[in-house]
C-alpha cells in the first residue's frame, strides 16, 4: 500500500507566524514518530505516538512545539510563534507498533523555511 | 540514554569496489541496528537491518554485521554503483531506549563512474 504521506513537503512562512505540518501513516501502523533533520546533520527525535498517546514528550524543543493524532491515523505538528532556528526538514515515520525491534518507515518531509 | 557514532562522515569510492561505514553504541541492552539510506530531497528509506540475536545479515550487495560485545555494527556494500551515492544512517534502539530511535550523523557516500 501507499507509504507515509506528509504534507505539505515545503513551508516557506514569516519568523513569528504558526505552523502545521501533516503526517499520514502507514495503514495498519499504530505507532507514529517525528523528528528533525537540520542541513547536513542527522536526525533529532521529537516525539512518538502510540495510538493516540504520546508517552514521551522530552524530545520537543521548546513549549511553542506541539503535536497530536486523532483517530489513531493521522498527526499534525504544530509550530507556534516560529522562529529562524525552526527552519529544518520535518520527517515522520511510522511502524506497526511502538516496540523496540520494529522498523520505522519514513515519508519525504516537510522543508520549512522560516524568513 | 543510547549515544551512537558514526564513521566515516565522507566515504568516496571507485564503481564496482566495497565501501565499509562503522558505528559504534553505548547501551549494552540495545536489540535492534537498522540502517538507512537518504538521497537528495528524500526521507531515509530502510535498507537492512539486523537483531542482536544474529552476527550478520546480506541482502545481495548488502551486509551489516554485529559485534555485541564490542557494540559495534558495519554496513558492507560491495560491487558499488553510482546510485549507491547517497548519505546513509545507522540506528539504535532498545529495551532501556524506550522506542526511540538513536540515529548516528550520517556518512555521504559518493560512488565515482
Known amino acids: 500500500g501507499a507509504g507515509v504521506s506528509q504534507s505539505p513537503s515545503n513551508k516557506v512562512t514569516e519568523k513569528g507566524k504558526d505552523v502545521e505540518l501533516r503526517c499520514d501513516p502507514i495503514s495498519g501502523h499504530t505507532a507514529l514518530y517525528w523528528y528533525r533533520q537540520s542541513l547536513g546533520q542527522g536526525l533529532e527525535f521529537l516525539i512518538y505516538?502510540?495510538?493516540?498517546?504520546?508517552?514521551?514528550k522530552s524530545g520537543l524543543p521548546s513549549d511553542r512545539f506541539s503535536a497530536e493524532r486523532t483517530g489513531g491515523s493521522v498527526s499534525t505538528l504544530t509550530i507556534q510563534r516560529t522562529q529562524q532556528e525552526d527552519s529544518a526538514v520535518y520527517l515522520c515515520?511510522?511502524?506497526?507498533?511502538?516496540?523496540?525491534?520494529?522498523?520505522?518507515?519514513f515519508g519525504d518531509g516537510t522543508r520549512l523555511s522560516i524568513l | 540514554g543510547e549515544n551512537v557514532e558514526q564513521h566515516p562522515s565522507t566515504l568516496s569510492v571507485q564503481e564496482g569496489d566495497s565501501a565499509v561505514i562503522k558505528c559504534t553504541y553505548s547501551?549494552?541492552?540495545?536489540?535492534?541496528f537498522p540502517w538507512y539510506k537518504q538521497e537528495l530531497g528524500k526521507g531515509p528509506q530502510l535498507i537492512i537491518d539486523?537483531?542482536?540475536?544474529?552476527g550478520e545479515k546480506k541482502d545481495q550487495r548488502i551486509a551489516v554485521t554485529l559485534n555485541k560485545t564490542a557494540k559495534h555494527f558495519s554496513l558492507h556494500i560491495t560491487e558499488t554503483q553510482p546510485e549507491d551515492s547517497a548519505v546513509y544512517f545507522c540506528a539504535a534502539i532498545g529495551l532501556n531506549t524506550g522506542n526511540q530511535f538513536y540515529f548516528g550523523t550520517g556518512t555521504s557516500l559518493t560512488v565515482i563512474p
Open positions: 547501551d549494552s541492552a540495545s536489540n535492534y
Open positions: 515515520a511510522s511502524s506497526l507498533k511502538a516496540v523496540s525491534n520494529q522498523p520505522q518507515h
Open positions: 505516538f502510540q495510538g493516540n498517546s504520546a508517552p514521551d
Open positions: 539486523i537483531r542482536s540475536n544474529v
